[in-house]
């Protein structure tokens, strides 16, 4: 079978992503040099969260991490004292050549109609953005380096994504910038140009570095936003489950002592009925109906309240026929073929055999279901090294990619009898014995679920997660 939709059991409840952080730097660094000092990735791993985990080298740089990062980021440029001399010493004499390189930039902005529109478009507007960008060529050469300057670009950069410029557009115009700076340096023909330009190109790369890490803490935060939103509309699930599973639970139990009740006195009287008393019928389906609503009571304490498993050795072969036996006795399955294909004549593992079976008896019942009045429903079990493996394949309706995902949500039915409770309580069983519980799905050809114990004898969570 060709089943392309797949979803991994996870009726445990909604994995709930941790919130990311905002991290502060512990220690900001104080080296200037080129060399990646051993410290100063043990100082940056302190700072890593979430996605800082996946790399541990590099911390999370968020706001307020102001110091450490622009020392980072000029340590790695080799960005010296003299560098900013030298960029000091271009501020005069390229004074009066600012508000050319202002207006050459314009007119090379205005060529694209969408940047324009980024910026408002209107002449007050361009008047304002031209005085920004004077002041901004004045404090590119004001010689001082320090945390004001990363906090006034890290500001024009939040103001950038405010306006949504697109990222591509900040490294386009610094090459404007960068190829006017340079021609302008050139043109000065000073003694040491080559410095000139040097400490220009840093200073020009340490702006776009900022300014990137604007759009950088810009997507963090708003990561930040859509997780917590996410975190706190699924405790809200999970809040709302307990609460509504206690309750399910305390019902669950008022209800099943009295449905016994009821259920020997209908038996008592129907004993005492005639054969062929008329009574005799009703008495049977108030039976029948009796024992679903005693299924789904226990379905629901079982589902509230879980038992770790009861431990003990068992054959998975046998109980798989046995539940097939049950199945075949108790559900009205017309024409739908159950057939076993073991590999070996037992499979012996360690398990609760009660909670196993119960298992079994919902997958298998829920093939027969999907497969109508026709149909065939195989148990395939095999021995997999230490483990073992059990197949549950149907030819049935399948299930529709969008309803997929939500088959281990407790409480989540399609059928009109149905508790939806099955799943998740599988889910949960199997989780407990060590093993995994997958369902594989195509609409109009079939499922299959499979389960998997990677140590048969284990039998428990605890142990798997000890040997893997
Ligand atoms: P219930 O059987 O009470 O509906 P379950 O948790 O056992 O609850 O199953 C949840 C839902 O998953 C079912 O209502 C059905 O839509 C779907 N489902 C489970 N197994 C199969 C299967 N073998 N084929 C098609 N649909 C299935
Ligand atoms: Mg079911």
New binding site residues.
Partial sequence: MDLKNSAIGKASGPRIAPFVPMIMATKPSEHISLELQPDWHASNSEASGKFGSMNPHFPLYNRGMVASCFEDMKRYVDFSATDAELLAGLAEPLAERIPALVAEFYAILQRDPRAMAVFGGDTDQIDRLRESLGAWFSRLLGGEYGDAYYQKSLDIGHTHVRVNLPQYLMFTAMNVVRRSLLREVDGLDLHNGAAYRAALEKILDLELAIMNQSYHEDLMERLQTLESVRFEKRLDEARHLASLGELAASVAHEIKNPLAGISGALQVIRHGLAETHPHREVMDEALKQINRLDAAVKDLLIYARPKPPKRGPLDLVSLVQRVIMIVRRESGLGQVKITVDAEHDSIEMIGDEAQLQQVLM??I???A??CGRKGTVQCRIQRMGAGARLA?V?D????DPD?LPR??EPF????AK???????I?HRIITAHGGTIA?D?KPNE??Q?TIEFGDRKSGSAESEEATS
Avoid: P, Q, R
């Avoid at 049935?396 to 299930?399: A, E, K, N, S, T």
């Avoid at 149905?418 to 998740?424: A, D, E, I, Q």
């Fill in positions: 919902n997958v019942i829920n093939a279901h999907a549950i149907d049935g309706v399948g299930i309803v088959v281990w989540f039915t399609t059928k149905g508790t939806g409770l099955g799943l998740s599988c369902l799905s079939g499922t679920v």
